[in-house]
């Protein structure tokens, strides 16, 4: 019997050690990550400051900084498997919305659309883009190391407030000043016929893509407003599983 318990004993202390051992990778993982991000956006900050300090105006802004903004913002998509592979306890949903809808501006957008780079609504989202992540990748960095200065803390629940509807804006206005170059090059179109027998109008998307802001952001902005309660004031917020 005492042989048994011996036994169970040992056995729970190896599970406990293998736990530990998983517990003190993963936040290795991730603080290695926010620290990469938090650097990644910091550099496209000071190139942005960099380049308006000597060109004296935006345009040819985005160029310069288009391929590291590429990098880091596709990068981002680890998120999204944090979270699916439960290392992150956040909705998989809301952060695939989140981070694909940012992917889909950089690379199907702006990027591939030149006439539209240096239109000052471009410039608003990257600037609003650079501080939000700045201020999240830091607020996760420190708290993983658990110093978390207050500054940071109020900073990433409260700059969201303005800043969110701000970058939401320079989106759709990107977008908008996209539609007129879209229709006349036909680009990303399929007209039938064609050997697929599809027709896809990219114009038309992006026109549903527009119209898809007006459900989804209430909901992700009242999401962190309940993240804000939440956090600065100790409210205890039940929701449903997304």
């Excluded at 596709?74 to 940012?102: K, M, N």
Aim: one cysteine or more; aromatic letters at 16%.
């Amino acid at each position: 019997m005492a042989s048994s318990e011996e036994d169970g004993t040992v056995e729970e202390k190896e599970n406990n050690n293998k736990k530990r051992t998983k517990s003190a990778l993963i936040t290795a993982w991730l603080t290695f990550y926010n620290i990469a991000m938090t650097a990644g956006w910091l550099v496209l900050a000071i190139t942005m400051m960099r380049f308006y300090i000597q060109k004296g105006s935006h345009k040819g802004l985005y160029r310069s900084i288009a391929r590291t903004l590429k990098f880091f913002q596709t990068f981002a998509l680890v998120e999204v498997v944090h979270c699916a592979v439960g290392i992150v306890r956040t909705s998989v949903i809301v952060t695939g919305v989140q981070v694909c809808s940012r992917i889909y501006m950089v690379w199907f957008i702006t990027s591939s659309i030149r006439q539209i780079q240096n239109e000052e609504s471009v410039i608003l989202f990257l600037v609003v883009w650079t501080v939000t992540e700045i201020t999240r990748y830091s607020y996760y960095t420190f708290n993983l190391l658990h110093h978390l200065p207050y500054f940071i803390k109020w900073a990433r629940y409260n700059f969201f407030i303005v800043l969110y509807p701000l970058g939401v804006v320079g989106e759709l206005f990107t977008i908008y000043a996209a539609l007129p170059f879209v229709r006349r090059s036909g680009m990303y179109s399929m007209r039938l016929p064609n050997k697929y027998n599809v027709s896809f109008d990219y114009y038309y998307f992006l026109i549903i893509v527009m119209l898809s802001y007006i459900p989804l952001f209430p909901q992700l902005y009242l999401h962190m407003l309940r993240q804000r309660r939440r956090v600065l004031h100790g409210e205890v917020i039940v929701e449903k599983d997304d």
